[in-house]
């Protein structure tokens, strides 16, 4: 059987692993190799790198620390944030990516995504959205989740998919950082019907969290957090003992 | 020293970094005199099957792969470097491979309903028959497959399968020639030690 994944994210700025609550309250939390190996030691299926830098001299330092964790960690790595022309994927496949996450830039042109899959393949494409509810609608948001772009979520995510992204993650604003579950109702309304693989994202705060999300949304392939494994609140080895002892198929 | 043959198909950066990794001398080659100095071969790729058949034969190192793999120089084919060790490929028509391995490269079929295409994450290998390269490994450790064509009608050369609903060839073996459809550089500490077990052959 396939493996449901487990997938912490890395926020980098300026070269250095961050956890941030709030703009003003970002906090160094360790190397990204340090905390790359930590998490492959712990059974990590895959590792999401994201570039919240804006600078140049934050991206040679984002581009270093990648070349670093993907010569010492053998296991998929995902690359986003600023990803917005076709150079930026050559960068970070170059240094070391196997796929390569682009959100607001595909938004801002869609013909990005077909580009990308035709010159790299399907496999290296993954299309991340952010969804929030407006007036009881799925709404796809762009710039970190601060603006509404009043595309429909559903519509965003099956044309994402034509396009021919190979992979889908979605982010619940709803959801994120409030720690009180995946946002399952949203997850089975926008990944439902789609036969790229679909990574759940926001809202993970316990073991339980991810035990719902795969037995509730069997839509959803993967589970992404953050902060719950970089403070140590899940452990992703015990966090898969325990949801293979519940049936959900994992690499132990 | 490991050749890993670069004809411009995919990213042999993680493939390299691995070989280092587990202590392995490599040299990315790309052209024949380079590759005749190897003694053992490592086919990478991604992409379609069509379009790296002929970049391999473009690249002039197509038939020293056959030579030098005739001779017993041991030969692994990952991902889409296994497909093209077949003797053709059904993607997007009908082309030939190396015909190192009997087969042919087709689709997954017979999928049953909420298994997507393709085939991409980690799974557990059935072994089918003893591999060296799986030495150091146990049947039903995991691996990572991306791919949506897979090898059929070889099932005497078949070392692991992965059940996917139905059973996926994970891997081949014919004499000297290993093909992995799994990504060894890619699935963790199995992979390395499947990586190691074919560097000391």
Same mark, same amino acid.
């Given at each position: ?43 990590? %299926? ?43 994927? %050559? ?41 929030k509810r407006v007036d009881g609608r799925f709404t796809v948001f762009v ?110 | ?22 202590g392995a001398e490599s040299k990315v080659v790309t052209t024949a005199d ?84 393709? @085939? ?26 991306? @791919?949506?064509? @897979? ?31 799994? @990504? ?18």
């Amino acid at each position: 059987m396939l493996a449901k994944r487990i997938i912490p994210c890395l926020d980098v700025r300026d070269g250095r692993v961050v956890k941030g609550t709030n703009f003003q309250g970002i906090r160094d939390v360790d190397s990204p190799l340090a905390l790359a190996a930590f998490y492959n030691d712990s059974g990590a %299926d895959e590792l999401v790198f994201y570039d919240i830098t804006a600078s140049a001299e934050g991206r040679r330092l984002f581009i270093g620390a990648l070349r670093e964790v993907a010569s010492n960690v053998f296991i998929p790595l995902t690359v986003g944030g600023g990803i917005n022309t076709l150079d930026d994927f %050559d960068m970070a496949l170059k240094n070391g990516a196997d796929k390569v996450s682009v959100n607001s830039g595909a938004v801002k042109d869609p013909s990005l995504i077909g580009k990308a899959a035709k010159k790299y393949g399907d496999q290296c494409v993954v299309l991340s959205m952010d969804v929030k509810r407006v007036d009881g609608r799925f709404t796809v948001f762009v710039s970190g989740g601060r603006v509404n772009t009043g595309i429909d979520a559903v519509e965003w995510a099956k044309r994402g998919q034509e396009e021919g992204a190979g992979e889908l993650v979605l982010n619940s604003i709803d959801t994120d950082g409030v720690k009180g579950g995946f946002d399952i109702e949203m997850l089975s309304a926008v990944g439902g019907k789609l036969s790229i693989p679909v990574i759940a994202s926001g809202g993970a705060g316990k073991e339980e969290d991810f035990a719902n999300l795969f037995e509730k949304a069997p839509c959803a392939d993967a589970g992404l957090a953050a902060s719950v494994f970089h403070f140590r609140q899940v452990d992703i080895k015990h966090l898969k003992q325990t949801l293979a002892a519940r049936g959900v198929p994992v690499r132990l | 020293m490991i050749a890993v043959v670069d004809y411009g198909v995919g990213n042999l950066f993680s493939l390299v970094c691995s070989l280092g990794k587990i202590g392995a001398e490599s040299k990315v080659v790309t052209t024949a005199d380079e590759l005749k100095k190897a003694d053992k071969i490592i086919l990478p790729g991604v992409g379609a099957f069509a379009d790296a058949a002929e970049k391999l034969r473009l690249s002039g190192m197509r038939q020293t792969v056959l030579e030098m793999a005739g001779g017993g120089t041991p030969l692994l084919g990952i991902c889409l470097g296994m497909q093209l060790l077949f003797d053709k490929s059904l993607e997007y028509g009908e082309h030939c491979g190396l015909g190192l391995v009997s087969g042919v490269v087709d689709e997954i079929k017979g999928l049953p309903s909420g298994f997507k295409v393709p @085939h991409m994450g980690w799974n557990a290998l059935r072994f089918k028959k003893p591999c060296p390269i799986y030495k150091y490994i146990k049947n039903g450790d995991y691996v990572y497959f991306v @791919h949506s064509y @897979h090898g059929t009608l070889c099932g005497k050369s078949v070392t692991a399968t992965a059940d996917y609903g139905v059973p996926v060839t994970a891997s081949v073996m014919e004499g000297n020639v290993f093909g992995t459809q799994f @990504h060894p550089e890619k699935s963790g500490e199995t992979g390395l030690k499947i990586l190691t077990a074919f560097a000391e052959l």
